[in-house]
Structure formats: C-alpha cells, structure tokens
C-alpha cells in the first residue's frame, strides 16, 4: 500500500478528530467552547455517572486539550457503563489511536489491535454511525496487515458502506485513491459531489480536498494547491485548514504580509500553535524581529504543543535572531 506523506497525515486525522455523531454537545464543541462543553457534559454526569453523550463529550474535550491518558479513562468508562452505544467505542478507539501515534512506532502496534476492535465494535453496533466507519476505513488505511489493517479490508468496508450510504461509499473509495496516488482520480470524485447532508462525510468531504491541497503544496504545485484550498473555502467557509492552507501557499511564494494575514485569520478560528509559528516565520521573513519574537514565544507555549519539528526549528530560531 503506498501512501504519501500528506495523505497520511490528513488521514489519521481522521482518526484523531472524528467526532461522535450530533447531539446538544455539536454547536459548542465546533465552536471550541470546550469550558462550556466541560461544564453541561459535568452536569449531566452529576445527574446520571453513565450518561454516554456526557461521557464520549468529556473524552473529546480532553483529547482536543491534549489529556490523552484522560480521555482513554473516559473512553474506558463510557464503555463500563454503556457497553452498547456505538459512540462508546468510537471515543475510546480515537484516544487510543491518539495515545498509540504519541507513544511512538512500538507502543503503536502494541494498541493497534485495540484500536482495530474498538472502531470495528462501533460499526457492528451502528451500522449508520458513519464516523466510526470513517475512522475504522482510516486504520485499514494506515495499519500494516500484521495488525489487521490493509489496502483489500478497506475496500471492502467502501463496498459495505456504499450498500447502507453511497455517499460516504463513493469518498472512501476517493480516499483510496488517494492514497495510491491516483490525485486525479480522487480530485475528480470529491469535487464531483455536492456538499453531503450528512455531517460526517461532508467533514470527509473537507478534509479529503485539504489534504488534496496540502499534497499539491508540498510537491511545490503551487497553483493546484491553491485551487483546492479555494474549494475547500467555497464548500466550507468555517475550515480553518484550507484557511491555513492557503496562507501557506502564500507563504511559500513569498507573499509574506499576506500569509500573516491569513494565519491569523486561521488562529482567530480556531488558535493553535502551528499558526503562531508560521506567523513568526513570515514576520522573521519580513525582517520584524521583535514580533517574530514574541510569535515564536506564542508558538512554545501554546498547548497541544508544536510538532518537535516545529519545536525545534522554533528555539533555534530564537536562538538565532537573540544573538
């Protein structure tokens, strides 16, 4: 199975930020009002310890904050306590995929089968619960076939899929195509369809024409690039990442001012440390030391922390222009 770096990246994605399905939670967690979220799901709790929204929203929150072991426990409880609910299965499957890519490549197989058994329990006991589909079609994708993952499992879970939801069938296999780098062929699909009604794969939708634009970007195709990242703004003006992505087209072709402005467009949606660290690098571009300075600063701090990549190239940086 071939898959290029970009692609992988955007697929475990996937993985990692596949949501359960909507509920009273939705609004506010797209909103990152995470303190808000943390204080209805609490009490809810109060009132009933097994309430499984409440519980599979509080594994969530503290996955986006970066709790991981947090969010396993709280994975770990819903299932105790709801054995049955799909979403259960998918919140726990999704910390521990989160907790397998952090722990490094060893740690990683050692989760896989658990991973691979929570997202599959999620589809035996939903079928209709397309987020676990996504994210059971994302570890096929990316696991080795020791684990149990593969190129012909997941083809034959897009083949499954499009019996029960042709929409979301159609964009696995887009996804698959993707991933042989067939960029044509997947282009062509995704754009080909209308903006899904179903909120799972119009975020699949989104996400698949991002990773598209991040692809072309870094194999320098700037123009392609730029073409999905405009898609995606069309189709999902609330996508911080074709936000964030066309800011760094901009970035790459020099347009330094307009880059920062992109950034910061994205960070107004959605803050993270990566966007104050591109930021940083276009004000340090621009030869304005003293807020590149204080960006970087941002950068470090900020929590989920920066890639060590990212990190690194940060300090020394710093390093760089203090001397």
């Not at 929150?61 to 049955?84: F, W, Y």
């Not at 190129?151 to 991933?179: F, H, S, V, Y």
């Not at 970007?217 to 999905?228: F, G, H, I, N, V």
């Not at 703004?233 to 072709?253: C, H, I, T, W």
């Amino acid at each position: 199975m071939r898959i290029s770096h970009a692609i992988a990246v955007g697929a475990l994605g996937l993985l990692l930020c596949a949501q359960a399905s909507a509920n009273e939670y939705s609004a506010l967690m797209k909103a990152r009002k995470f303190d808000d979220v943390a204080r209805i799901a609490s009490a809810k709790l109060a009132q009933d310890a097994g309430n499984a929204d409440a519980l599979v929203v509080t594994s969530e929150v503290a996955l986006a904050e970066g709790r991981i072991d947090d969010a396993v426990k709280l994975g770990e409880r819903c299932i105790a306590a709801q054995p049955k609910v799909s979403n259960c299965h998918l919140a726990y499957g999704n910390a521990l995929g989160t907790k397998a890519v952090t722990a490094g490549i060893m740690s990683a197989i050692g989760y896989a089968g658990k991973i691979r058994d929570a997202f599959k329990t999620a589809v035996e006991l939903d079928p209709q619960n397309m987020d676990a589909r996504f994210s059971l079609m994302t570890y096929y994708m990316q696991a080795p076939g020791v684990v149990g993952g593969g190129t012909g499992k997941a083809q034959a879970l897009a083949a499954q899929t499009a019996l029960i939801n042709p929409e979301a069938g159609k964009l696995m296999l887009a996804r698959l195509d993707a991933a042989d780098d067939k960029f044509a062929k997947a282009e062509a699909t995704v754009l080909g369809m209308p903006v899904s009604s179903n909120e799972a794969v119009a975020e699949g939708q989104r996400d698949l024409i991002n990773n598209l634009g991040q692809k072309y970007l870094s194999d320098k195709k700037y123009a392609d690039s730029e073409r999905m990242f405009r898609e995606a703004q069309k189709r999902f003006p609330d996508s911080e990442n074709a936000v964030y992505g066309m800011a760094r087209v901009q970035q790459e072709l020099g347009k330094h001012r307009e880059a920062i402005a992109g950034f910061e467009q994205a960070n107004a949606m959605t803050r993270r440390a990566t966007s104050w660290y591109r930021i940083a690098k276009s004000q340090q571009a621009l030869g304005d030391i003293p807020n590149a300075v204080a960006s970087y600063g941002k950068a470090l701090a900020f929590k989920p922390a920066l890639p060590p990549k990212m990190r690194a190239d940060a300090d020394e940086q710093l390093k760089l222009v203090r001397q």
